[in-house]
C-alpha cells in the first residue's frame, strides 16, 4: 500500500507536465494554423550550394 | 502595361482557387509602426496549399529589409514586418503579381473572436481530457478492487479524484454554466441547463459519498460527461469557424484605399471610409471602385462583370456614373464621389447579408428540436426517479444516488456528438472534393430544398469571352502581339487562344475604340470595326476587327460558353425531381441561348439585385424551398437571403461570404453536394434516433438503480463510439442523384 504513496503523485506529475505542455502550446497559437503546419512541412527550405566563384541566386 | 511574366502559372498551383487579375490599390493607409519597425496585415485570397505559402512568403522576404513575413493558411492572414524605406504598395504588388488576391486588414481583427473562441475550448478540453483519463485511472482501481481494497483506501482514492475533478469542472464547465445562466436568466432553458444541473449535483452527491466513506462517487463520470460535450462543442466551433464570416469579409473591401484627389491637386491614398459625397477620386487602370462615382474627367472601358452580370465591357466617358464594384480596364479615370462608401451599393448589399444572416440564425436545426424534446424528459424522469424512490421509503441519500445518476447516464453525451461529428465527416469529405462547406447546418438546409436559381455570367457559363469560329493562324498571332498588351476582356481572349509570344512594338490604347500598333514593320489596329475602317454594324460588342497594313481587316468573334458539364448536371437535376429557373443581369438574348441550350425553361434577364430578391421571395411565398447559385455582387443580396446558397470558387469574395458553400471544378460538384447533405442528413436523424434508443435502455437501468459508476462509464463512451463510428460511414457511402 506504501506503493500508492509515491505512484500515485508520479501518475498525477506525469499527467500534469503534458497538461502543461498542452497550454503552452495552445497559448502559444500552435494551433491556430492547422492547414498551414500540415503544408510547411513540405516547402523546402534549402537553397542550392553556391558553386565556385559566383554568387547564390537562389532567389 | 506589362503584366505577362505574371500571368503565366498565376495562383494556387494546386488548382484549388483560380488565380485573380491583379487589382492594386495603395495599402499605405494601413501600415503601423510599433518599436521602429513598419507592420502591415494583409488577408491573402486564394492561397490553397503549401506551395502557395512557400511562393508568398519567398516573394515579400525577396524584398528588402522585409524582417518578418508569414501567412497563416487556415484564415489567409499574411503579417508583414519591416525595416527602411520599402513602400507598402511594392508589397501588395509582389503577392497580386502571384495571382492571388490581396486586401489590407485592420490590425484589431488579427485574431477573431471564433478564433478566441476555438482557442479557450480547446483549452477546456485538455483540462477535462487530463482530469478524466486521470480520475479514470484511480477508478479503475476502486472497481477492480471491489471486495478486497480497505474502506480507508476507496476513500482516500476518492479523495484524490475530488481534488482532482474540482478545478477540472469549474475551469472546464464555465462554458456550459456561463450559457444555462444566460438562458435561465430570460427563463428559457436549452441544453446547457440539464448539463450544468447534472456536473453541479453530481459532484455534489459525490463529495458527500466520500465523506461518508460510501463506494460509489460519480467525479468520473461527471469530468467524463464534461469531455465527451467538449469533443462536440469544440467541433462545432471549428466548422463555425472555417466559416469566413460574412461581415469580416465585407469589411476587407471597404477597407480597399482610395486615391483621392486633394484641392491642391494632390492625390493622396486614403481609406475607403474617409470619402465623402463630392471628393475628386482618381481611379487607375485595373482599379475596382470603392464607391459610386460620376465621371468627369478621362475615357475608358470598364468591366461591370460582377456588378450587373453583363458579360461585356463598356466604354466609359465623362458625365457616366459608374457603380461600385466596377473595374476600370483601360485609363486612369477622374469623378466625383455620388455616395460615401456607407451609402454605396456594396453597403446596401451589406445591409441584405446582415438581414440574411438574421434570418438564418433563425432556423432551427435537427439538433435544436431534439435537445427540445430531450431537456423536459431528462429533468422529470431524474426527477421522477427520486421522488419514487423516497415515497418507496428509501433515505434521502440513496434515493438522491439514483436520481444522480439518471441525471448522468442520460445526459447527452451521444445527443451532443450526433450531430457535429456528421458534419465534420461530411464537410471533409466535400472538401476532398473541391467544395469548401462554411456552415455546419448548411447541409441540413441544402437537403431541404426543391427548386434551384442559377446565375447565368460565370455560373452556368465560363464568365469570361472567348473566341469563337476558325481564324487564320497568321492573323490570330499577329492581332495577339497586339491583344497582350491590353487587360480588356475580348483582348484577353485572344491572348488565350493564341498563347504566349512576343509583344508589338509601341503599342497604344484608345479607350471605347481598340488598339494601334507596330507588327512586324507594318502598322496594325485591333478593335471596332470603325477603328479599322471596316464594313460593321456599329456598336456591336461582341467582335472585334483586325487590320494590318496592306491587308484585308479580319473579323474575331466572341462568346460567353456554357460550361462543358452544365447540360449534364442540369439533366441529372430535372431527373432528380428540382424545379429550375436563370435569374440573369445580362441582356435577354443571350439568357434565352443559355436557356435553350440547357433545357430550362423558366428564365428572366436584365435583372437587378432587388428584382433577384423579389424573385426568390415569389418562390418562397409559394411554398419553396431556394437554392441558389450565383457569383456576382448582383447575386450577394438573394444568396444571403435564399434558405441555402452556393458560389463557385471564381465568385466575387463578398458572393462567397454571402453563401452556405463554395465549390470548384465545375458545376458537377453540385449534385454531389446535394447528395452528400442528404446522406448527412439521414446519418444525423439514425443518430438522434440511436440517442433517444439508448435513453430508453439506460432510463430503466438507473431508475432502478443499477447504473453504478461503471455501468455510467461504460454506456457513455460506448455509446458516443458509435455515434461517430456510424458518422464515418459517411465516407464510405455512394453517390446516388
Known amino acids: 500500500m506504501s506503493g500508492l504513496l509515491f505512484l500515485i503523485p508520479i501518475a498525477l506529475g506525469m499527467g500534469l507536465v503534458g497538461l502543461v505542455a498542452f497550454l503552452w502550446a495552445a497559448r502559444s497559437g500552435q494551433f491556430d494554423d492547422p492547414d498551414g503546419a500540415a503544408n510547411r512541412i513540405l516547402v523546402d527550405e534549402d537553397r542550392p550550394l553556391p558553386t565556385n566563384g559566383e554568387k547564390d541566386s537562389a532567389e | ?737
Not at chain 2, 95 to 102: F, I, M, N
Not at chain 2, 309 to 317: D, F, K, V, Y
Not at chain 2, 655 to 660: R, V
Request: charged fraction near 20%; include cysteine; glycine fraction near 10%.
Open chain 2, 1 to 737: 502595361m506589362n503584366q505577362l511574366g505574371s500571368d503565366i502559372g498565376a495562383g494556387c498551383p494546386s488548382g484549388l482557387a483560380p488565380s485573380e487579375a491583379p487589382i492594386m490599390s495603395d495599402p499605405s493607409a494601413f501600415v503601423r509602426r510599433v518599436d521602429g519597425q513598419n507592420r502591415l496585415s494583409l488577408t491573402v485570397r486564394g492561397a490553397k496549399c503549401g506551395a502557395c505559402i512557400n511562393r508568398i512568403e519567398s516573394a515579400v522576404n525577396a524584398l528588402p529589409g522585409i524582417e518578418t513575413a508569414r501567412l497563416n493558411l487556415s484564415t489567409g492572414d499574411l503579417e508583414i514586418g519591416w525595416r527602411g524605406s520599402l513602400k507598402a504598395p511594392r508589397i501588395v504588388s509582389a503577392v497580386s503579381a502571384l495571382g492571388y488576391g490581396v486586401s489590407p486588414r485592420d490590425d484589431d481583427r488579427s485574431v477573431s473572436d471564433e478564433q478566441r473562441e476555438e482557442r479557450g475550448l480547446l483549452i477546456a478540453l485538455g483540462v477535462a481530457g487530463f482530469a478524466t483519463a486521470n480520475i479514470m485511472l484511480l477508478s479503475v482501481s476502486v472497481w477492480a478492487g471491489i471486495g478486497e481494497m480497505g474502506e480507508t483506501t476507496r476513500t482516500v482514492l476518492h479523495g484524490i479524484s475530488g481534488i482532482i475533478a474540482l478545478p477540472a469542472i469549474i475551469f472546464s464547465g464555465r462554458v456550459f454554466f456561463k450559457s444555462a445562466w444566460s438562458v435561465l436568466k430570460h427563463g428559457h432553458a436549452n441544453m446547457d441547463v440539464p448539463i450544468s444541473l447534472a456536473l453541479i449535483i453530481a459532484f455534489c452527491v459525490s463529495v458527500s459519498e466520500t465523506l461518508r466513506g460510501g463506494e460509489q462517487a460519480y467525479f468520473d463520470a461527471s469530468v467524463m460527461l464534461l469531455f465527451f460535450l467538449l469533443i462536440g462543442r469544440f467541433l462545432d466551433a471549428r466548422v463555425r469557424r472555417k466559416a469566413h464570416s460574412s461581415a469580416r469579409d465585407l469589411a476587407a473591401m471597404a477597407h480597399r484605399t482610395v486615391m483621392r484627389v486633394d484641392p491642391d491637386g494632390k492625390a493622396r491614398s486614403v481609406r475607403a471610409s474617409d470619402i465623402a459625397v463630392g471628393d475628386r477620386i482618381l481611379l487607375a487602370p485595373g482599379e475596382r471602385a470603392v464607391v459610386d462615382m460620376r465621371i468627369t474627367q478621362g475615357e475608358s472601358d470598364i468591366d461591370e462583370s460582377l456588378v450587373t452580370g453583363e458579360s461585356l465591357t463598356r466604354s466609359a466617358g465623362p458625365g457616366m456614373h459608374l457603380l461600385a464594384g466596377a473595374v476600370n480596364l483601360s485609363q486612369p479615370l477622374t469623378g466625383t464621389a455620388l455616395a460615401a462608401a456607407s451609402d454605396s451599393l456594396l453597403a446596401d448589399i451589406a445591409r441584405m447579408l446582415d438581414a440574411g444572416e438574421q434570418r438564418r440564425s433563425t432556423y432551427r436545426r435537427i439538433a435544436d428540436r431534439a435537445v427540445s424534446l430531450y431537456v423536459p424528459f431528462v429533468h422529470t424522469s431524474a426527477l421522477l426517479a427520486f421522488i419514487g424512490w423516497l415515497l418507496a421509503g428509501m433515505g434521502v441519500n440513496e434515493a438522491l444516488l439514483i436520481g444522480v445518476s439518471t441525471l448522468i447516464i442520460t445526459c447527452p453525451c451521444a445527443l451532443a456528438l450526433a450531430a457535429p461529428v456528421t458534419q465534420v465527416v461530411a464537410a471533409g469529405r466535400l472538401f476532398r472534393s473541391g467544395t469548401f462547406l462554411k456552415s455546419g447546418d448548411a447541409l441540413e438546409r441544402i437537403a431541404q430544398c426543391d427548386y434551384i436559381i442559377f446565375d447565368k455570367t460565370g455560373t452556368l457559363t465560363l464568365g469570361t469571352p472567348q473566341l469563337s469560329g476558325n481564324i487564320p493562324p497568321e492573323a490570330l498571332e499577329a492581332a495577339a502581339r497586339l491583344a497582350r498588351a491590353s487587360r480588356h476582356p475580348l483582348s484577353r481572349a485572344i491572348v488565350d487562344a493564341a498563347g504566349t509570344g512576343p509583344l508589338a512594338s509601341d503599342v497604344r490604347e484608345f479607350a471605347g475604340l481598340g488598339l494601334e500598333g507596330t507588327v512586324q514593320g507594318k502598322p496594325a489596329r485591333l478593335g471596332s470595326s470603325e477603328w479599322v475602317g471596316a464594313d460593321g454594324s456599329s456598336g456591336e460588342r461582341s467582335s472585334l476587327w483586325f487590320s494590318q497594313e496592306g491587308e484585308p481587316p479580319v473579323r474575331f468573334q466572341f462568346e460567353d460558353h456554357v460550361l462543358d458539364d452544365a447540360a449534364v448536371t442540369i439533366g441529372r437535376l430535372h431527373s432528380a425531381g428540382y424545379g429550375m429557373e436563370i435569374v440573369s443581369g445580362d441582356r435577354a438574348e443571350t439568357v434565352a441561348r443559355v436557356a435553350q441550350t440547357l433545357g430550362i425553361n423558366h428564365w428572366s434577364a436584365a435583372a437587378s439585385p432587388r428584382d433577384k430578391v423579389k424573385r426568390l421571395e415569389q418562390l418562397e411565398a409559394e411554398g419553396h424551398r431556394v437554392l441558389m447559385v450565383g457569383d456576382g455582387l448582383n447575386d450577394a443580396g438573394a444568396l444571403a437571403l435564399a434558405h441555402a446558397s452556393l458560389a463557385p470558387g471564381g465568385a466575387m469574395d463578398i458572393s462567397q461570404s454571402a453563401s452556405d458553400a463554395v465549390y470548384s471544378k465545375g458545376l458537377s460538384a453540385l449534385p454531389r453536394l446535394i447528395c452528400v447533405a442528404k446522406q448527412a442528413r439521414k446519418v444525423m436523424l439514425e443518430n438522434f434516433a440511436f440517442a433517444a434508443a439508448y435513453n430508453l435502455v439506460a432510463v430503466p437501468v438507473a431508475i432502478t438503480g443499477h447504473a453504478t459508476p461503471l455501468v455510467a462509464a461504460i454506456a457513455m463512451s460506448a455509446s458516443s463510439i458509435l455515434v461517430s463510428l456510424n458518422a464515418l460511414r459517411l465516407n464510405a457511402m455512394r453517390e446516388n442523384l
